[in-house]
């Protein structure tokens, strides 16, 4: 394991131990209800504006697994994974839970660089209390930015720009964006372009994947036809040459790799 990737595992364990401490607060509070009123946020407001305040608190992390599956390499990873399985004939092998942990090992690694950039640029900072909330969002949130940038196909995220421009006419358009400073490019444009032009690599990648095993299946359906067996299902004699096929190219290192190296 490499110490990049040793350290974004670190991070996260730390991440999911404030979580679970979060938690055994919650459990205090409930067995304390006169301090509840601590974990509303403290500020200028009336109480209905911090439960409302609270309320999107939880919210967001509620929801923070999705977001970080939006704007990581986890989705062109997984598609290309299940095409896989599906074009080898297996429908539960490798399953699923193999497939998602291979998948979040892969993005992880190929992350590693924005994972640390964010830490060391904004989260440190922040719980350090060297730069406010507001700060911190921006500086997080820009290496996870210019990785979406080098990844997203210019007319997904022109097709955005124009979609949200129906709704916002003063807005900047996304070519004058990119000619001013990529930083302004707005989260809800680049995010769902970003998640459109990795659904299309990760299908691409998929045909490529797909494309030897149909050949195979053609070949086996057009022996058993001369052969006279037409009862007889061609997945069935085609699957143990498929898998031997996948096997001998060394498939496993070919797949993984090529994955990996499609991000740099």
């Not at 110490?3 to 607060?25: C, N, Q, W």
């Amino acid at each position: 394991m490499t110490p990049t990737l040793s350290r974004a595992l670190l991070r996260l364990t730390l991440v999911l131990l404030a979580l679970f401490g979060l938690g055994t607060v919650a459990q205090a509070q409930i067995a304390d209800p006169s301090s509840l009123a601590d974990l509303i946020p403290q500020g200028d407001g009336t109480i209905s504006g911090r439960i409302i305040q609270l309320f999107g608190i939880v919210t967001v992390l509620s929801i923070a697994p999705g977001l970080l599956v939006m704007v990581t390499a986890f989705t062109r990873i997984v598609i290309a994974l299940s095409i896989m399985r599906t074009g080898l004939g297996l429908q539960t092998t490798p399953a699923n839970l193999i497939i998602i942990s291979l998948a979040l090992f892969m993005t992880f690694f190929v992350m590693s660089p924005t994972f640390d950039r964010a830490w060391n640029d904004g989260l440190q900072p922040l719980l350090e209390n060297e730069i406010d909330e507001e700060e911190a969002f921006y500086r997080i949130a820009d290496p996870f930015k210019e990785f979406m940038l080098t990844q997203v196909r210019p007319s997904d995220l022109q097709l955005f720009g124009d979609i949200a421009s129906v709704t916002d006419r003063d807005r900047v358009q996304p070519e004058e964006q990119g000619a001013a400073d990529e930083r302004d490019i707005e989260l809800r444009v680049l995010i769902p372009a970003f998640m459109i032009s990795e659904l299309r690599r990760g299908f691409e990648i998929g045909f490529l994947i797909v494309l030897p095993f149909l050949v195979i299946d053609m070949i086996v359906a057009t022996l058993t036809m001369s052969m006279g067996m037409m009862m007889l299902p061609p997945t069935i004699i085609s699957l143990p040459f498929k898998i031997l096929f996948f096997v001998l190219i060394d498939g496993w290192n070919l797949l993984v790799g090529s994955l990996v190296r499609s991000f740099f």
